[in-house]
């Protein structure tokens, strides 16, 4: 029996915007005449594709993916992004924590991302919750009260 996993917006969402990135500049190449390209060392002949940006896109994915989460993860420190679309790009970026694509990222950076640092939803590893407090009455008060 195989296990089926719950598909949320944040699933795929690294991929498509990975299959993006690959068709817009399959679009931006051929339509200046490139016919071969050299992308992170990889020789492609665009010719191959047909003019197909979604064939060219399935193909090489891999090689947008961690272009996709750089861009994914500068979003989380922008302030025109909804908080709700922060969460959904959050959860994907957490689907895929232990991607060797994204450790990489995080070494060429020097482990710092500071606008991600500022973002409401970046919780330092060191921060302690906060207390909740109920009622603001002091313990002397309330002792009384009891007695």
């Known amino acids: 029996m195989t296990k089926l ?3 949320t917006p944040s699933s795929m969402l690294i991929e498509k915007t990975a299959g993006r990135f690959a ?3 399959f679009e931006a190449m051929r339509s200046n005449g490139v016919k071969n390209c050299n992308i992170k060392n990889k020789q492609i002949n665009l010719l191959k594709y047909k003019n197909n940006p979604r064939a060219f896109a ?5 090689l947008f993916i961690e272009d996709a989460t750089k ?3 500068e979003l989380l420190g922008k302030d025109h992004i909804p908080a709700d679309q922060k969460q959904i790009i959050y959860d994907a970026l ?5 991607d060797e694509g994204l450790d990489q ?4 950076t020097d482990g710092l991302l500071p606008q991600f ?3 409401v939803l970046y ?3 060191d921060e302690k919750p906060k207390p909740i407090i109920v009622n603001t009455t002091d313990i002397g008060s309330a002792l009384k009260k009891v007695n």
């Open 71 to 73: 861009f994914l993860t």
């Open 23 to 25: 068709a817009e500049m």
């Open 94 to 98: 957490m689907e895929r924590v232990n």
């Open 123 to 125: 919780k330092p590893d």
């Open 105 to 108: 990222i995080a070494k060429s």
């Open 117 to 119: 640092e500022q973002t």
């Open 58 to 62: 399935n193909a090489h994915l891999e």
């Open 5 to 7: 996993k719950i598909v």
